[in-house]
Protein backbone atom coordinates (compact mmCIF):
# COMPACT_ATOMS: atom_id res chain seq x y z
CA UNK A 1 0.00 0.00 0.00
CA UNK A 2 2.82 2.50 1.34
CA UNK A 3 4.75 1.69 -2.22
CA UNK A 4 1.73 1.92 -4.57
CA UNK A 5 0.94 5.71 -2.70
CA UNK A 6 5.00 6.87 -2.80
CA UNK A 7 4.88 5.89 -6.15
CA UNK A 8 2.87 9.41 -6.99
CA UNK A 9 5.88 11.10 -5.75
CA UNK A 10 7.18 10.50 -8.89
CA UNK A 11 6.01 13.74 -11.15
CA UNK A 12 5.29 11.55 -14.20
CA UNK A 13 2.52 9.12 -12.01
CA UNK A 14 1.64 12.64 -10.33
CA UNK A 15 0.70 13.90 -13.85
CA UNK A 16 -0.66 11.00 -14.77
CA UNK A 17 -3.21 10.63 -11.43
CA UNK A 18 -4.02 14.52 -11.64
CA UNK A 19 -5.66 13.99 -15.24
CA UNK A 20 -7.61 11.11 -14.01
CA UNK A 21 -8.99 12.97 -10.54
CA UNK A 22 -9.51 16.26 -11.93
CA UNK A 23 -12.86 15.77 -14.25
CA UNK A 24 -14.31 14.22 -11.08
CA UNK A 25 -12.97 16.46 -8.77
CA UNK A 26 -14.19 19.44 -10.75
CA UNK A 27 -18.00 18.25 -11.22
CA UNK A 28 -18.23 17.05 -8.04
CA UNK A 29 -17.23 20.87 -6.52
CA UNK A 30 -19.82 21.68 -9.19
CA UNK A 31 -22.78 19.77 -8.50
CA UNK A 32 -22.51 19.89 -4.12
CA UNK A 33 -21.72 23.69 -4.89
CA UNK A 34 -25.40 24.05 -6.61
CA UNK A 35 -26.91 21.91 -4.40
CA UNK A 36 -25.47 23.54 -1.19
CA UNK A 37 -26.43 27.67 -2.98
CA UNK A 38 -30.12 25.99 -3.06
CA UNK A 39 -30.11 25.06 0.46
CA UNK A 40 -28.57 27.88 1.71
CA UNK A 41 -31.11 30.01 0.17
CA UNK A 42 -34.44 28.18 0.25
CA UNK A 43 -34.12 25.17 2.38
CA UNK A 44 -32.27 26.10 5.71
CA UNK A 45 -35.26 28.62 7.26
CA UNK A 46 -34.01 32.34 8.18
CA UNK A 47 -32.47 32.40 11.90
CA UNK A 48 -34.64 33.90 14.92
CA UNK A 49 -31.83 36.35 16.04
CA UNK A 50 -30.15 37.51 12.23
CA UNK A 51 -33.09 36.97 9.73
CA UNK A 52 -32.01 36.60 6.33
CA UNK A 53 -28.49 38.27 7.07
CA UNK A 54 -26.95 35.00 8.51
CA UNK A 55 -27.10 32.82 5.34
CA UNK A 56 -23.40 35.13 4.83
CA UNK A 57 -22.63 31.70 6.85
CA UNK A 58 -22.85 29.77 4.22
CA UNK A 59 -19.32 31.51 2.41
CA UNK A 60 -17.40 32.74 5.27
CA UNK A 61 -17.42 29.50 7.11
CA UNK A 62 -16.33 27.44 4.56
CA UNK A 63 -13.84 29.68 3.43
CA UNK A 64 -12.37 30.79 6.90
CA UNK A 65 -12.05 26.30 7.45
CA UNK A 66 -10.43 26.02 4.17
CA UNK A 67 -7.62 29.10 4.68
CA UNK A 68 -7.14 26.86 7.86
CA UNK A 69 -6.94 23.96 6.06
CA UNK A 70 -5.06 24.88 2.89
CA UNK A 71 -2.69 26.39 5.22
CA UNK A 72 -1.56 23.06 7.17
CA UNK A 73 -1.69 20.96 3.53
CA UNK A 74 0.69 23.74 2.35
CA UNK A 75 3.21 23.65 5.49
CA UNK A 76 2.96 19.33 5.40
CA UNK A 77 3.58 19.91 1.79
CA UNK A 78 6.33 22.06 2.26
CA UNK A 79 7.67 20.16 5.62
CA UNK A 80 7.71 16.70 3.14
CA UNK A 81 9.44 18.57 0.22
CA UNK A 82 12.10 19.66 3.09
CA UNK A 83 12.91 15.95 4.39
CA UNK A 84 12.43 14.30 1.23
CA UNK A 85 13.31 16.50 -1.47
CA UNK A 86 10.37 15.74 -3.64
CA UNK A 87 9.05 17.79 -6.51
CA UNK A 88 5.78 17.25 -6.07
CA UNK A 89 5.35 18.14 -2.61
CA UNK A 90 6.92 21.53 -3.43
CA UNK A 91 4.77 21.98 -6.57
CA UNK A 92 1.40 21.13 -4.27
CA UNK A 93 2.78 23.89 -1.53
CA UNK A 94 3.44 26.96 -4.03
CA UNK A 95 0.22 25.80 -5.54
CA UNK A 96 -2.01 26.26 -2.12
CA UNK A 97 -0.80 29.20 -1.19
CA UNK A 98 -3.09 31.76 -3.52
CA UNK A 99 -5.69 29.60 -3.33
CA UNK A 100 -5.08 29.18 0.58
CA UNK A 101 -4.74 33.81 0.32
CA UNK A 102 -7.81 33.66 -1.70
CA UNK A 103 -9.45 31.63 0.71
CA UNK A 104 -8.30 33.79 3.62
CA UNK A 105 -9.31 37.07 2.24
CA UNK A 106 -12.97 35.66 1.42
CA UNK A 107 -13.26 34.79 5.22
CA UNK A 108 -12.14 38.10 6.14
CA UNK A 109 -14.22 39.97 3.42
CA UNK A 110 -17.77 38.20 4.20
CA UNK A 111 -16.88 38.45 8.01
CA UNK A 112 -16.70 42.09 7.47
CA UNK A 113 -20.37 41.93 5.57
CA UNK A 114 -21.50 39.64 8.55
CA UNK A 115 -19.58 41.99 11.54
CA UNK A 116 -21.66 45.69 9.86
CA UNK A 117 -24.91 44.43 10.84
CA UNK A 118 -24.06 42.40 13.75
CA UNK A 119 -21.49 44.68 15.80
CA UNK A 120 -22.30 47.60 13.90
CA UNK A 121 -19.02 47.91 12.43
CA UNK A 122 -16.89 46.88 9.48
CA UNK A 123 -13.57 45.72 11.22
CA UNK A 124 -12.76 44.99 14.70
CA UNK A 125 -9.42 43.91 16.59
CA UNK A 126 -10.82 40.79 17.50
CA UNK A 127 -9.02 37.83 18.65
CA UNK A 128 -10.55 35.66 15.68
CA UNK A 129 -10.20 38.19 13.11
CA UNK A 130 -6.96 39.38 14.14
CA UNK A 131 -5.03 35.91 14.00
CA UNK A 132 -7.12 35.12 10.55
CA UNK A 133 -5.44 38.81 9.27
CA UNK A 134 -2.05 37.39 10.39
CA UNK A 135 -2.62 34.25 8.20
CA UNK A 136 -3.17 36.21 5.81
CA UNK A 137 -0.21 37.95 5.73
CA UNK A 138 1.63 34.26 6.47
CA UNK A 139 0.24 33.55 2.43
CA UNK A 140 1.42 36.61 1.00
CA UNK A 141 4.38 36.26 2.56
CA UNK A 142 5.10 32.71 1.01
CA UNK A 143 3.89 33.96 -2.21
CA UNK A 144 6.09 36.94 -2.01
CA UNK A 145 9.37 34.76 -1.09
CA UNK A 146 8.65 32.28 -3.80
CA UNK A 147 8.72 35.24 -6.62
CA UNK A 148 11.19 36.54 -4.66
CA UNK A 149 13.94 33.62 -5.20
CA UNK A 150 14.90 32.21 -8.62
CA UNK A 151 16.05 29.03 -7.78
CA UNK A 152 12.73 26.77 -7.43
CA UNK A 153 14.74 24.25 -4.71
CA UNK A 154 16.09 27.22 -2.84
CA UNK A 155 12.61 28.88 -2.44
CA UNK A 156 11.25 25.71 -1.61
CA UNK A 157 13.23 25.16 1.03
CA UNK A 158 12.89 29.14 2.42
CA UNK A 159 9.05 28.94 2.01
CA UNK A 160 8.77 25.39 3.94
CA UNK A 161 10.23 26.71 6.95
CA UNK A 162 7.79 30.17 6.67
CA UNK A 163 4.74 27.44 6.20
CA UNK A 164 5.96 25.22 9.26
CA UNK A 165 6.68 28.04 11.72
CA UNK A 166 3.30 29.74 10.87
CA UNK A 167 1.39 26.70 11.97
CA UNK A 168 1.60 28.12 15.05
CA UNK A 169 -0.95 30.45 14.40
CA UNK A 170 -3.56 28.26 13.19
CA UNK A 171 -4.78 27.11 16.68
CA UNK A 172 -4.34 30.18 18.00
CA UNK A 173 -7.58 31.26 14.89
CA UNK A 174 -8.99 28.13 16.15
CA UNK A 175 -9.40 28.37 19.83
CA UNK A 176 -9.07 32.30 20.13
CA UNK A 177 -12.94 32.55 20.64
CA UNK A 178 -12.49 30.15 23.59
CA UNK A 179 -8.69 31.74 25.16
CA UNK A 180 -10.22 35.39 24.97
CA UNK A 181 -13.07 37.44 25.30
CA UNK A 182 -14.09 38.16 22.08
CA UNK A 183 -16.75 39.55 19.94
CA UNK A 184 -16.47 36.56 17.27
CA UNK A 185 -19.36 33.49 18.68
CA UNK A 186 -18.09 30.42 19.66
CA UNK A 187 -18.21 27.51 18.11
CA UNK A 188 -21.50 25.71 16.65
CA UNK A 189 -20.54 22.84 14.61
CA UNK A 190 -17.09 21.34 16.49
CA UNK A 191 -18.46 21.45 19.82
CA UNK A 192 -18.08 17.48 21.42
CA UNK A 193 -21.55 17.87 22.40
CA UNK A 194 -24.70 18.61 20.31
CA UNK A 195 -23.95 21.54 17.54
CA UNK A 196 -25.90 24.21 18.71
CA UNK A 197 -27.21 24.98 14.80
CA UNK A 198 -30.53 23.56 13.38
CA UNK A 199 -29.98 20.58 11.43
CA UNK A 200 -31.96 22.36 8.27
CA UNK A 201 -28.62 25.40 8.63
CA UNK A 202 -26.35 22.67 9.16
CA UNK A 203 -27.13 20.26 5.94
CA UNK A 204 -26.31 22.74 3.53
CA UNK A 205 -23.52 24.08 5.40
CA UNK A 206 -21.52 21.11 5.43
CA UNK A 207 -22.33 20.98 1.41
CA UNK A 208 -20.84 24.20 0.91
CA UNK A 209 -17.63 23.23 3.12
CA UNK A 210 -17.40 19.55 0.73
CA UNK A 211 -17.87 21.72 -2.19
CA UNK A 212 -15.52 24.27 -1.25
CA UNK A 213 -12.75 21.51 -0.60
CA UNK A 214 -13.42 19.44 -3.72
CA UNK A 215 -12.86 23.04 -5.47
CA UNK A 216 -9.82 23.61 -3.60
CA UNK A 217 -8.40 19.78 -4.31
CA UNK A 218 -8.77 20.11 -8.21
CA UNK A 219 -7.23 23.64 -8.63
CA UNK A 220 -4.42 22.90 -6.67
CA UNK A 221 -3.89 19.24 -8.78
CA UNK A 222 -4.16 21.37 -12.28
CA UNK A 223 -1.62 24.21 -10.81
CA UNK A 224 0.49 21.69 -9.49
CA UNK A 225 0.68 19.94 -12.49
CA UNK A 226 1.65 23.06 -14.64
CA UNK A 227 4.51 23.62 -12.02
CA UNK A 228 5.45 19.63 -13.21
CA UNK A 229 5.12 20.09 -16.57
CA UNK A 230 7.30 23.70 -16.34
CA UNK A 231 10.04 21.84 -14.10
CA UNK A 232 10.18 18.89 -16.33
CA UNK A 233 10.30 20.14 -19.52
CA UNK A 234 12.96 18.83 -20.55
CA UNK A 235 12.64 15.12 -19.26
CA UNK A 236 12.00 12.39 -21.73
CA UNK A 237 8.09 11.60 -20.29
CA UNK A 238 7.28 15.63 -21.20
CA UNK A 239 8.80 15.21 -24.23
CA UNK A 240 7.25 11.64 -25.25
CA UNK A 241 3.92 13.80 -24.34
CA UNK A 242 3.83 16.13 -26.01
CA UNK A 243 4.87 14.06 -29.08
CA UNK A 244 1.86 12.07 -28.29
CA UNK A 245 -0.44 14.89 -28.34
CA UNK A 246 0.65 16.35 -31.83
CA UNK A 247 0.04 12.92 -33.21
CA UNK A 248 -3.10 13.26 -32.08
Known sequence: MWKWITKFASPMHFYLLVNRLTPWLGWGAAILFVAGVYGALFYAPADYQQGESFRIIYVHVPSAWMSMFIYMVMAAAGGAGLIWKTKVSDAIARSSAPLG???????????????????GTWWVWDARLTSELILLFLYLGYIALQSAIDDKRT?????AILALVGVVNIPIIHYSVEWWNTLHQGPTITKLDTPSIHIDMLIPLL????????YYAAMVLIRARHEIIEQEKNSK???????DKVAV
Open 237 to 243: WVQDLII
Open 101 to 119: ASFTFLALATGSLWGKPMW
Open 207 to 214: IMALAFNL
Open 155 to 159: AARAG
